[in-house]
């Protein structure tokens, strides 16, 4: 038996199903209808900014949180009447955080697989094995309140793979590590998937997205907002993408104005003001374009054609690019 679990997936094809899920808190719809499907054996990437409703989307699905309306399974066990069970099935990072702060990071991750009814042995080649992984070997006697953010982060993830459960719910896994750390730590989500989980993590990083997700749903104000593969959402928005830049900002809206008319879309203006960023179906009609930016005395300093980025994705379907997004 896969994972030394006791209890076997009902489901093998669903990791997640969840429908119509629904979250309330007063009368902020946090999650307001929300459809999942996760495939075994895959990475889904959940992206969204802030308060978009990842978290509350997660702690429904791993029964912490109960949904005031929908349904979601489990590897076909469903998330109130089986939760025991569905508990079983699952990790979740974040569940650990209240560690013991005056205990050293090996203690911490001992207690963690003795609770887990590994011996005594075991435990400890374990806590090793992990804090080598996480690059935590020379911190390992250090007791926790002495630990930065970036190395309690790795230990709560250490600590969630003791017990490698079939279904991992990593809820912003590398938000603050340095990008070494973050490298390490998609490895660490690849190998555990290799090795027969499945993941579920929620990213503001569209990069990380891109790398590791087999499937995306992008989450916004409570609503899935598109869902698909890297490659479909990068479709979505158009086969390439237009990057114009203008010399002077002055020009920046009737320029606009006129992308917006030549390629029948809508563009972005970026954070530097004098750059527009557009969805491009069709790249023949680029000549076009530049002739009217002509005609009307715009001069340019840039033009490109690329593939779109999932952060144009993500600006094109939720309005508003994730840094925005993403300040508090
Ligand atoms: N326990 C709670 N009580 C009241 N409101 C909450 C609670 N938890 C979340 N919210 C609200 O629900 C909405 C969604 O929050 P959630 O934490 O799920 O967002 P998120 O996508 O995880 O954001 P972040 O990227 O900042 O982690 C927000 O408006 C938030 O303020
Ligand atoms: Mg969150």
Redesign the pocket.
């Known amino acids: 038996m896969k994972h030394g679990y006791s209890i076997e997936p009902k489901s093998n094809d669903l990791a997640v199903d969840a429908q119509g899920l629904v979250k309330l ?1 007063g009368d ?1 719809r ?1 999650v307001d209808g929300v459809d999942l499907q996760v495939k075994a054996g895959s990475i889904y990437g959940v992206l ?10 997660i702690r429904m699905l791993a029964t912490l949180l109960r949904p005031d309306a929908g349904s979601a399974r489990i590897f076909g066990y469903d998330v109130l009447k089986d939760s025991q069970i569905v508990r079983q099935l699952i990790g979740v990072t974040g569940q650990y955080a209240s560690v013991d702060e005056s205990l050293s990071a090996t203690e911490n991750l001992v207690i963690f697989s003795r609770l887990l009814g590994l011996g005594r042995a075991e435990s400890k080649r374990k806590a090793a094995d992990l804090l080598e992984e996480f690059g935590l070997t020379e911190a390992a006697k250090r007791p926790l309140k002495n630990f930065s953010g970036g190395m309690r982060r790795r230990l709560d993830l250490a600590a969630s793979l003791i017990a490698q459960p079939p279904l991992i719910f990593l809820d ?1 896994p590398t938000t603050g590590l340095d990008p070494r750390t973050r490298a390490q730590m998609w490895e660490t989500i690849r190998r555990l998937v290799k090795t027969g989980s499945t993941v579920l993590l ?1 990213t ?1 990083y569209l990069d990380e997205a891109d790398q590791l997700a087999d499937r995306i749903a992008v989450i916004d104000r409570g609503h899935v907002v598109a869902e698909g593969t890297v490659d479909e959402l990068k479709a979505s928005v158009g086969t390439s993408s237009l990057q114009l830049r203008v010399q002077q900002e002055a020009d920046i809206m009737e320029a606009r104005r006129i992308v917006n008319h030549m390629l029948a879309v809508q563009s972005n203006v970026s954070s530097e003001a004098t750059k527009i960023t557009a969805p491009m179906a069709d790249p023949d009609r680029v000549t076009d374009l530049l002739l009217a930016l002509r005609e009307a005395g715009i001069a340019l300093a840039e033009v490109s054609v690329q593939k779109p980025t999932l952060d144009e994705v993500f600006l094109s379907i939720t309005g508003q690019g994730v840094q925005e997004g993403a300040t508090k």
């Open positions: 808190f902020n946090a969204g900014p802030n308060g978009a409703g990842k978290t509350t989307t912003e929620t503001q």
